[in-house]
């Protein structure tokens, strides 16, 4: 089945600074990787995700890029602001009959005034 | 409105209790899900459902028991509680069964406390 290894764990970073937080996945099949923002006491909320027929895919602040043939993906921040700040998750899924979302370990990101 | 909504929020309770949790969307989505969140945040899939049918039932124990009255409520009842049972409950929905390659609405969770 599909594993997915995210870093940093937690990153901190000033307000300003872009961050940029790191998956990869394991199953070459894998076809959608959403990216999730969980803040304080809350659930986690889809923030962009990216499909594999497409490379990068921006939105505002932040954009997504996807290296099939490494299998890795990547979360980019730019201009951090405090209210950035929560723990993020990227995810890949298992392309079989379990319509399994596979979820990263989760990176904490701190955005310092 | 509340698009995924579970109760409780807060859930303590001692060693060998049966408790239950709650979910209901109103969001109009078939299939809806039931993860736990670890003390070190790791997020895990339990359960799935699409209309009422048990589609993803992962390796939990069987003191775990999720029910599907209809699709857009999901509860789970939880019998002989254990200490490493603690973690947080999200609910969460999907407009399809293939919620693996769309949108997941969470719940802002249960958290579940087994002294």
């Known amino acids: 089945g599909e594993n997915v290894e995210q870093h940093p764990s937690t990153l901190s970073v000033q307000e300003g600074d872009s961050a940029v937080i790191k998956c990869t996945y394991s199953?070459?099949?894998?076809?959608?990787f959403p990216w999730y923002k969980q803040e304080l006491g809350k659930g986690p909320q889809l923030i962009i995700d990216?499909?594999?027929?497409?490379g990068e895919k921006k939105d505002q602040r932040i954009a997504v890029t996807l290296n099939k043939t490494a299998k890795h993906f990547s979360l980019h921040i730019t201009e951090t602001q405090p209210e950035d700040s929560a723990v993020y998750f990227c995810?890949?899924?298992?392309?079989?009959?379990?319509?399994?979302?596979?979820f990263g370990s989760g990176t904490r990101l701190l955005v310092r005034p | 409105d509340t698009a995924v909504s579970q109760t409780p929020k807060y859930l303590v309770t001692q060693m060998g209790n049966d408790k239950s949790i709650k979910c209901e969307q109103n969001?109009?989505?078939?299939?809806m899900y039931w993860y736990k969140q670890d003390s070190k945040k790791f997020l895990k899939i339990m359960f799935s459902?699409?209309?009422?049918?048990?589609?993803i039932n992962e390796t939990v124990p069987n003191r775990f028991s999720p029910k599907s009255p209809d699709k857009a409520h999901l509860n789970l009842h939880i019998n002989s509680l254990e200490l490493g049972d603690s973690a947080v409950y999200f609910c969460?929905?999907?407009?399809?069964?293939?919620?693996?390659?769309?949108?997941?609405?969470f719940g802002e969770g249960s958290r579940l406390t087994v002294l």
């Open positions: 459902y699409n209309n009422k049918e048990l589609i």
């Open positions: 199953d070459s099949a894998s076809n959608y």
């Open positions: 969460a929905s999907s407009q399809s069964r293939t919620g693996n390659t769309g949108e997941l609405f």
């Open positions: 990216i499909r594999s027929n497409v």
């Open positions: 969001l109009g989505h078939d299939t």
């Open positions: 995810a890949a899924n298992q392309v079989d009959s379990s319509y399994k979302l596979i």
